[in-house]
């Protein structure tokens, strides 16, 4: 079975509720389709139930003339209260779909949400960081890009890359947060023990330069937070993914395999890797993924696909399985 297979079953198992956004574009609601069909997750669509046709086993929800506004307008006015909100401008803001859907999930009335096909991501990510909030002990909240083997690659498990898609430029702290971030992804999505290689251009102190100092502080802040998860960097790739290749650059690192979480120092490097990865490699990317919020979230690129969508869906439900209790 295939990594994304198992992410799919796990959904099916736990069958979450997932709330979407966008259910206006016609991707959302043929992904919620498939989704209720495949029985991935409860799903409802936030829209004008006019604008769509009858979907089996999918509710919609009309933001604007719900039964239960004022309770979340209540809600949302209590949490950004001492930003100087008003009641009357919590009414307005939670009538949008967007707000909404993470209010939603915050009150558990749902249990995650997916956005993105329209909204920006600076908009998807704003309305989770407000109205969600990141998990207790998160310095920052990241992304990771699940790659997936397939057929046209000679590697066939799954790895994380992180961050891909969010945090510009990390200093050492955020750095930290983001490794551990990853490494908790890895054992939701995986189900693997983490074993994660902070990367740069130098290996063990191979090379001298002000960049790598923020790694090695990373290194030894999750070191010291999380002493049982395997971790090392600096690391080159080819030092981190091949075993023989590590015994030689680094022979004391206590990475015991293959890293399964590559962690790396900035976004350009963790956005062009995933994409060489993926155009040249040959591997599925699935993401960005959001991680370190308190309950999931999740964001799509504006030009997604309804496969994207189902696949969103599914990480989404697989995410909020991880956090009950068994």
């Known amino acids: ?12 198992e736990g069958r979450r509720h997932i709330i979407l956004a966008e259910g206006e574009d016609p991707r959302i609601q043929e992904a919620a389709r498939r989704a209720a069909s495949q029985n991935l997750a ?9 604008r769509v046709g009858p979907i089996p086993g999918v509710e919609v929800i009309d933001p604007v003339r719900t039964p239960d506004l004022g309770r979340l307008a209540e809600a949302y006015f209590e949490l950004r209260r001492h930003k100087g909100m008003t009641l009357e401008a919590a009414r307005a803001e939670m009538a949008r779909a967007l707000p909404q859907a993470a209010m939603r999930v915050r009150l558990g009335l749902a249990d ?6 329209v909204a920006t991501t600076a908009d998807t990510v704003r309305a989770a960081l407000q109205i969600i909030g990141r998990a207790p002990g998160v310095r920052v909240v990241s992304s990771f890009f699940l790659m997936l083997g397939t057929e046209r690659s000679s590697f066939k498990d799954g790895m ?10 990390p200093d050492a702290g955020e750095l930290a947060s983001i490794a551990r971030s990853a490494a908790q992804s890895c054992r939701d999505l995986l189900g693997e023990t983490p074993r994660v290689a902070l990367l740069s251009f130098s290996t063990a102190g191979s090379a001298e330069h002000d ?3 923020k790694i090695r502080e990373a290194v030894a802040l999750v070191r010291a937070e999380e002493p049982a998860l395997e971790i090392d960097g600096e690391m080159q790739f080819d030092a981190a993914f091949e075993e023989a290749i590590r015994r030689k650059k680094a022979p004391q690192s206590p990475l015991t395999g293959r890293p ?3 962690v790396f120092p900035n976004l350009a ?4 890797a995933y994409k060489i990865a993926q155009r040249l490699g040959g591997l599925d990317a699935i993401g960005p993924i959001l991680q370190g919020l308190a309950l999931p979230a999740n964001d799509l690129s504006r030009g997604c696909s309804v496969d994207d969508v189902i696949a969103a869906i599914a990480v989404t439900a697989a995410q909020a399985g991880a956090r009950v209790p068994a």
């Open 211 to 213: 960049s790598l100092q």
């Open 42 to 50: 409860r799903i409802t669509l936030l829209c004008d139930p006019a």
């Open 160 to 169: 994380i890359f992180s961050d891909c898609g969010l945090v510009i430029d």
């Open 269 to 272: 490097a963790g956005n062009i």
């Open 260 to 262: 399964n979480v590559f």
């Open 1 to 12: 079975m295939s990594v994304l297979d198992q992410i799919l079953e796990t959904a099916r």
């Open 112 to 117: 995650g949400t997916v956005a993105g096909a």
